[in-house]
């Protein structure tokens, strides 16, 4: 059945009020998005903090295999020998010390940028 044909459905299409929204339908939109964006930002410094907790292990991680495996007894120092005699020492690789430097500023370098970019917008 067409609508053109039916005069019954047509005269009820005619006769039926437009549809009203209630005074305050924006304000509730509006403030729906905003909660939504709001969500999406926690999320996102979730996200950024999951991250960030990785790569410091990861870096940890890493710093502890160097001073291991470049100087083996830096764990097994006696702190009253070490405060006694000072010269003894066990003394890491300074190139060892010069990357795990390197990899931190790089590290600090994009955690800069991305919280910029995430609290001012794109650079």
Avoid: T
Avoid at 30 to 57: F, I, N, T, W
């Amino acid at each position: 059945m067409e609508i053109g044909r039916d005069k019954g459905l047509k005269q009820a299409l005619m006769q039926e009020e437009p549809v009203r929204l209630s005074s305050n339908y924006y304000y509730r939109m509006v403030k729906k998005v905003e909660e939504a964006a709001q969500l999406q930002e926690r999320k996102a410094g979730r996200r950024m903090a999951v991250v960030l907790l990785c790569v410091s292990l990861a870096l940890a991680a890493g710093g502890i295999a160097v001073l291991s495996h470049y100087s083996p007894d830096v764990f097994k120092v006696d702190l009253l020998q070490v405060v006694n005699d000072s010269c003894n020492v066990p003394a890491m690789p300074l190139w060892a010390l010069g990357v795990l430097v390197v990899l931190l500023l790089l590290f600090d370098y994009w955690m800069r940028k991305a919280y910029f970019k995430r609290s001012f917008g794109k650079k």
